[in-house]
């Protein structure tokens, strides 16, 4: 989940640093990363190149490692926080446990920059995102998994070498979707030591627009819109070996 | 009427429509600046070889970004666009030498919700000498220009490169656009929109 906001002057990588000095006894692990450059608008799934300016520098991030899987980064336009199986021994702690912590975090980081005497971080964009790895057993296909793909009937020539596939979808706010928001569904199969998997991803967009003094309002809505079609494009035979009816 | 207060060039980590290098602010109200600030996109803008107007950046051309964006589409649904713009509304929020009130940040954000549609021009927003808002759609010599008051009445400016200043209109707080005039000013954007031909170097920030 996370929180965009347009760069707050003055936050550089040191501020960032001592903010994150706040979280060092939950999230003792700290690197430096790569920043991502702002979520670019691609609505038509367009090809995009970036590269940084005279006088720029790329952006940077701080990875700290939590307990149970947990990531906070932090960068100078986002706060970030992911859950992440990585020895598939990890339980998932549920969006309200996350949800609870992350607000702790964005709190932090208000306080931090109010004390600091930096601009306010104004937030725009609430973004929730659920990655899946799904193991493909021996002639399962895409579809086997999600139903927003389907395999030709009909045989093919030759022999499948690459796959991916990308869906975006836009919502105006209405009195049903209180928010502007846009889902984006990616996803591929992929080849691993493991052996086959389909990785995909569904993630929700929310603007907050007047909301932006609640951003955990989109936020939530971000999280239900991401979780709603989720549940719609997975089979019901996957739904039902995950243990997940909805 | 003086030369402006004004330096177009690059290397300015501010994204804001109406700030310069330094965050010095641009401008105020004028025919005469518009008409200044179209003239120095003509003349800083070099029209790249084998590209036939209008010139790829010109709807950006008065500010420079950290991070340039080379997209391969010239498309915007109308989420890029209110995103786009809603990023420049937080970024004149948190500029400290800015102070927009609540009531000219509701405003525009009406403005934009009536105005913004898909694969129209990008809509810059930044901050202004007094410290409220300007939202300004610059295409092929086309200025599109809404300047907020504190008390949520505006200053709507249109200009043509031909045929010169259109609107200029002060429509006080609380008024809604005259249907007729968002009409027009809808069609006006949409135009503009068909001739955007790259979307700005800041596209993602």
């Not at chain 2, 051309?61 to 997209?71: C, E």
């Given at each position: ?82 859950w992440r199986k990585l020895?598939g021994?990890e339980?998932y ?36 995102t659920y990655v899946n790895a799904v193991p493909l057993e021996s002639g399962e296909r895409i579809d086997d998994v999600v139903t927003i793909v389907v395999t ?8 499948p070498?690459?796959a991916r596939f990308q869906f ?17 569904i990616n996803g591929e199969p992929q080849k691993t030591e493991a052996g086959r998997r389909l990785m995909f991803t569904v993630t ?22 991401a979780s709603?079609t989720f549940a719609r494009i997975v089979t019901d035979a996957k739904k039902e070996q995950w243990g997940r009816l909805t | ?205």
């Open positions: 989940m996370a929180l965009e906001y347009p760069t707050v002057p003055g936050l550089d990588f040191f501020k960032l640093g001592r903010l994150q000095s706040k979280w060092e006894d939950r999230y003792p692990e700290i690197s430096e990363q790569p920043g991502t450059p702002p979520t670019p608008p691609h609505s038509d799934g367009e090809v995009i190149f970036q590269f940084f300016g005279p006088g720029s520098e790329p952006p940077r991030r701080i990875w700290a490692v939590g307990p149970e899987g947990r990531l906070l980064q932090s960068q100078n336009d986002r706060l970030i926080l992911n020895t021994l339980a702690p549920g969006y309200t446990a996350l949800r609870t912590e992350f607000g702790l975090a964005w709190s932090d980081l208000h306080d931090y920059l109010g004390k600091s005497q930096l601009p306010e971080a104004v937030p725009t964009l609430a973004e929730y030709p009937t009909d045989e093919l020539p030759g022999e070498m690459f975006i979808r836009d919502i105006a706010r209405s009195e049903e979707h209180p928010f502007d928001a846009q889902i984006h929700a967009r929310v603007i907050l627009g007047e909301r932006s003094g609640d951003p955990f309002a989109g936020l939530d809505a971000a999280h239900a819109l709603h | 009427m003086g030369t402006p207060d004004v330096i177009i060039g690059s290397g300015s980590s501010s994204n804001l429509a109406t700030r310069g290098p330094g965050s010095r602010p641009i401008y105020g109200r004028s025919t005469a600046v518009s008409d200044f600030i179209r003239r120095m996109q003509l003349l800083r803008v070099k029209r790249p070889e084998g590209l036939s107007s209008p010139v790829p950046w010109e709807e950006y051309s008065p500010y420079q970004a950290p991070i340039v964006t080379l997209a391969s589409s010239r498309r915007a649904s109308e989420f890029d666009l209110m995103l786009y713009a809603e990023r420049g509304l937080g970024a004149v929020q948190s500029d400290p030498d800015a102070s927009p009130t609540q009531a000219a940040i509701a405003s525009a954000r009406q403005l934009l919700r009536e105005l913004i549609a898909a694969d129209g021009p990008t809509p810059q927003v930044g901050a202004t000498q007094s410290g409220s808002i300007e939202i300004q759609w610059l295409v092929a010599g086309y200025l599109v220009s809404v300047l907020l008051e504190s008390d949520g009445g505006y200053n709507l400016y249109v200009d043509d490169p031909v045929d010169g200043v259109e609107v200029d209109v002060d429509v006080p707080p609380g008024s809604p656009i005259p249907s007729d005039e968002v009409a027009r000013l809808r069609d006006r954007l949409a135009h503009m929109g068909l001739q955007v031909v790259q979307r700005p170097p800041d596209w993602t920030w």
